[in-house]
């Protein structure tokens, strides 16, 4: 079965500077997709990068960016440059890529950013 | 205007009670999605949707049900409400074609059962 594993519950980063979320999934699929997810306290859920399976390259969005290393099933989050905005649960999510297109979630890691 | 809304927003209801929360979408999507967010658990699939006539359970469909009225609307209700049931609802959206693979998350329902 598919599974996505966030191994830290909880971050804290200060402004302007760099943090990592981590992620590692499961999966027998060669041709999948990778999400980064924020929810900020409004409880919305608001796509932050994909990463294709099939892409070497790692997914940029402004001062976010991923380090995908399929290989070892990981999918980190990098946020540069961080902002009192970006205090959010972030979540992990694999799309199968297949017919259904059904996301599993990772349980999520609370990002505080400190002035 | 948001391209996935949900209603309503906030609902408590009792315990043994009917209730219905709805979703609907302007994206032009076909494929609807419900999921159930618990606090440590993420986000669970419930039941999703690929068209008016298709209707699939997701992970955890015991004690639910789903209605797609049509291409752009797609109802969650909950037949005999538990405490177990109170949790955050969302519902989301996905194209057929393009890019059917990244979701679109409505702004989610606050569901308590007493």
């Known amino acids: 079965a598919q599974t996505v594993t966030q191994s830290q519950p909880e971050m804290s980063v200060q402004e302007a500077e760099t943090v990592t979320l981590s992620c590692t999934y499961d999966?027998?699929?060669?041709?999948?997709?990778l999400f980064w997810y924020k929810q900020p306290p409004s409880r919305q859920m608001i796509l932050v990068i994909r990463q294709e399976a099939y892409k070497q390259q790692n997914a940029t969005e402004n001062r976010f960016s991923v380090n995908f290393q399929k290989a070892a099933k990981s999918f980190s989050l990098k946020i540069s440059d961080s902002q009192l905005g970006d205090a959010a649960m972030y979540f992990c999510?694999?799309?199968?890529?297949?017919?259904?297109?059904?996301?599993?979630f990772g349980t999520g890691t609370l990002l505080a950013v400190q002035p | 205007d948001a391209d996935v809304t949900q209603t309503p927003r906030n609902r408590i209801t009792k315990t043994g009670k009917r209730i219905m929360l709805e979703c609907s979408q302007t994206k032009g999507h076909d494929r609807m999605y419900w999921y159930r967010q618990d606090p440590g658990l993420g986000l669970r699939l419930i039941y999703y949707?690929?068209?008016?006539?298709?209707?699939n359970k997701g992970e955890i469909s015991d004690g639910y049900s789903v209605s797609r009225q049509a291409q752009a609307k797609f109802s969650l209700s909950l037949e005999s409400a538990i405490p177990n049931q109170t949790a955050l609802y969302f519902c989301a959206t996905s194209a057929a074609s393009g890019r059917p693979y990244e979701q679109y998350f409505g702004p989610g329902t606050r569901l308590t059962v007493t």
């Open positions: 999966t027998s699929e060669s041709d999948y997709y």
């Open positions: 949707s690929f068209d008016v006539k298709d209707i």
């Open positions: 999510a694999h799309g199968d890529g297949g017919a259904t297109n059904k996301l599993i």
